[in-house]
């Protein structure tokens, strides 16, 4: 998790990815607003493995590079449901 991720993608998709799964275990949190971005990203991920070097400029990145937007905004209380601090 601490690589540069300037220079590799995939590490900056898998850090939301897998906090997002976390969120989902959180209190409940309801993860339906995300789940088909999630899948996408497995999906991602799958064809392009942690480490496997997918720059900015790749074209796959192009086409995944918003599931990164979305999943942070999940992760902070900023999509479908509030971030896991402020559930009961």
């Known amino acids: 998790m601490r690589h540069n991720t ?8 898998a850090y939301d990815l897998i906090a997002a799964k976390l969120n989902i275990m959180c209190k409940g949190a309801d993860s339906s607003c995300i789940a088909s971005t999630i899948a996408a990203a497995d ?26 937007s979305a999943l942070s905004k999940y992760n902070t209380g900023r999509s479908c449901v509030p971030s896991c601090d402020t559930l009961n």
């Open 43 to 68: 999906a991602f991920l799958c064809a392009h493995p942690i480490g496997s070097g997918v720059s900015g400029s790749d074209p796959a990145w192009q086409q995944i590079k918003f599931a990164v």
């Open 6 to 13: 300037s220079s590799d993608k995939t590490y900056v998709l």
